[in-house]
C-alpha cells in the first residue's frame, strides 16, 4: 500500500485530472441525494480482503457517488450557509493534504503553521481587537464557539474557587446559532435566551439579567451575542451587549461564524461596532471568507487565557512544549490536539489573489441579497418578511402553505436547478413558514435569482 508503482502513477494522474476538472468545471451539476439501499445496489461491495483496485473504487465515486453529494458552491445553492471556495484555495487543500502536516506543535509544523498566522493576522486585524489578540483556526463554528466558552467558563472559575462546583449559565438570544446552546450542553451549562429572533439590543439584554434569580446571576459567566444570525444576517447590538458585559465583569463572545466576513465590507462594517470590545470572536472562513470545508477561527482578545483552558498535558508531549516556545503550538488555543493545518488553503489564496479581491467578492454577496430584495418587491406574487441583512433575505410567496414551499424546494432540487429551502420567522408568538436565500458565491447571477422566484409563480 505504502509502495509506488505503475498503478499508483496512473491514480495520482486521474485524480488529478478529476480535480482540475472538478476545480476549473464553470458548470457544475447541484447533485442530488439517493437512500443507503440505492447506492448500494449501484456500487455493490466495496471493502473486501483482496480490494476492488483503485481504478474500479474511482469509477464508482465519478458515475454514482459524487452526483449524490449536493455541490454547495452550485451558484443556485442559496440554502444552509452555503460555500463557495476559491479555486486557489481548493487547489492549496490538495497541497494541504499532501504535505502530511501535523499542525498542532510548531515543532512538527513550523512552516504550516507560520502561514496560518499571516492568516489570522490579517482576520483578527478586520475585528479591531487590540495589540495581543489573537486565534487559531478550528474545524468550524461549533469547534470555535466551544472553544471560547470552555476558556470563558474556566477563566470564570479561575477567579473564584466556588465557581468550581457551580453549574455555568450563558445568556444568548433565540438567534443564535443552535451550536450554542449544542455547545452548552457539552460542557454542562444552563441556557437562558432573549426572546428575540431580531437584533438582541442591550436593553434586552439588561431586562433578561434584571429578571435573574440570585443563583442564577452568580452562575451566570458568559454572553453570547450574533454578528450575522444564520436565520436572516441580524447582527446585535454589539456595543451596549459589550458595555453590560464590562459592567457586570461577564466574558463576552461574539459568534460571527456566517457574518465575520462581512467586517471586509465598507458598506456595513459599521453595523459591527462593539465587536472590538469582545473576549473572543468565532468567524468561519468555509463560510463568507471562500476556504473549502472545514475552517473555521477562535480569536481571543487575550489567548493566554485560552492556553490556560486548552493546554494538554502529557509526558509525551512535553518535547513540543519545549520546541513550541519558539513558536506557536495552536493545540494550546482549542480543543484539537492533533490538527490539519486548516488555514493554509487560505493563506494560499490570500496571498495569490490579495485581500481586495476578498472584499469585492464580500460586497457582492451583499449586493446579490439588495437585488434580490428590489427583484422581490417587483413581483406580485412574492414578498419581503423583512429588509435583506448582510446576505440574507427572508421572504415570502403570497398564498403558500408549509407544504407548498417544501414541495417547491423538492422540486427544484430534484429538477438539478436549485436548492433554497425554507425557513421559519418569529412573528408575534407563532412561526411562519417562509422562504430563506443566503448569498455567498459571487458567481451567482440577477438572472438565476430572477428564474429562481418565478418558479414560484
Ligand atoms: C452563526 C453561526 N454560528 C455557528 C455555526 C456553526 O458552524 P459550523 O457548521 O462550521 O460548525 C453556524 C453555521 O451555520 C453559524 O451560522
Redesign the pocket.
Known amino acids: 500500500m505504502h509502495k509506488i508503482d505503475i498503478e499508483l502513477v496512473e491514480m495520482t494522474m486521474d485524480v488529478m485530472k478529476y480535480a482540475i476538472d472538478r476545480i476549473s468545471a464553470s458548470n457544475r451539476h447541484i447533485g442530488h441525494p439517493k437512500t443507503a439501499q440505492e447506492l448500494k445496489v449501484l456500487v455493490g461491495e466495496t471493502i473486501t480482503p483482496k480490494g476492488i483496485g483503485g481504478e474500479v473504487a474511482f469509477n464508482l465515486w465519478k458515475k454514482h457517488l459524487m452526483n449524490a453529494n449536493v455541490s454547495i458552491d452550485h451558484p443556485r445553492h442559496l440554502a ?2 452555503p460555500a463557495s471556495p476559491t479555486r486557489a484555495a481548493i487547489m492549496f487543500d490538495l497541497v494541504t493534504s499532501a504535505s502530511s502536516i501535523h499542525g498542532a506543535y510548531w515543532m512538527e509544523g513550523a512552516g504550516g503553521i507560520f502561514c496560518e498566522n499571516e492568516a489570522m493576522k490579517w482576520m483578527v486585524s478586520l475585528t479591531g481587537l487590540p495589540e495581543g489578540a489573537f486565534g487559531v483556526f478550528t ?5 470555535a ?1 466551544l472553544s471560547a466558552i470552555v476558556t470563558a467558563r474556566e477563566y470564570w472559575r479561575s477567579l473564584n474557587q466556588q465557581n468550581n462546583n457551580e453549574k455555568g449559565l450563558i445568556i444568548t438570544s433565540i438567534g ?2 443552535s ?2 446552546k449544542a455547545m452548552a450542553k457539552v460542557i454542562d451549562a444552563d441556557v437562558l435566551y432573549v426572546d428575540t429572533e431580531d437584533r438582541m439590543h442591550a436593553s434586552n439584554l439588561q431586562s433578561k439579567m434584571e429578571s435573574l434569580t440570585e443563583n442564577q446571576r452568580k452562575r451566570l459567566f458568559a454572553i453570547v451575542a ?1 454578528a ?3 436565520n436572516a444576517g441580524i447582527i446585535d447590538d454589539l456595543k451596549g451587549i459589550a458595555e453590560i458585559c464590562k459592567k457586570e465583569k461577564l466574558w463576552f463572545h461574539v ?5 465575520g466576513g462581512a467586517l471586509l465590507s465598507d458598506s456595513v462594517k459599521h453595523l459591527f461596532a462593539g465587536i472590538e470590545a469582545a473576549d473572543s470572536i ?1 468567524i ?1 472562513p ?2 463568507w471568507l471562500f476556504s473549502p470545508y ?1 475552517c ?1 477561527a477562535i480569536i481571543y482578545k487575550n489567548p493566554e487565557l485560552a492556553k490556560q483552558a486548552h493546554t494538554q498535558e502529557g509526558s509525551y508531549l512535553d518535547i513540543f512544549k519545549d520546541e513550541g516556545s519558539q513558536g506557536f503550538n495552536p493545540a494550546d488555543y482549542q480543543i484539537q490536539l492533533t490538527r490539519r493545518v486548516r488555514g493554509l488553503p487560505l493563506w494560499f489564496s490570500l496571498a495569490m489573489h490579495g485581500t481586495d479581491r476578498y472584499k469585492q467578492a464580500v460586497e457582492r454577496g451583499i449586493e446579490l441579497a439588495q437585488i434580490a430584495g428590489q427583484l422581490i418587491e417587483e413581483m406580485p406574487h412574492v414578498e419581503l418578511v423583512r429588509e435583506p441583512s448582510l446576505s440574507c433575505v427572508l421572504y415570502r410567496r403570497i398564498g403558500w402553505n408549509p407544504e407548498d414551499y417544501t414541495k417547491w424546494t423538492y422540486e427544484n432540487h430534484k429538477k438539478g436547478f436549485a436548492l433554497v429551502t425554507p425557513t421559519k420567522w418569529k412573528r408575534g408568538d407563532t412561526f411562519e413558514t417562509v422562504s430563506r436565500f443566503c448569498f455567498i458565491n459571487p458567481d451567482t447571477t440577477e438572472n438565476d435569482i430572477k428564474m429562481i422566484l418565478e418558479s414560484m409563480v
Open positions: 444552509f450557509v474545524s468550524g463554528g461549533t469547534a464557539n443564535a446559532h451550536s450554542v450574533t450575522g444570525t444564520t459568534d460571527a461564524a456566517y457574518g468565532t468561519d468555509h463560510k472545514d473555521g
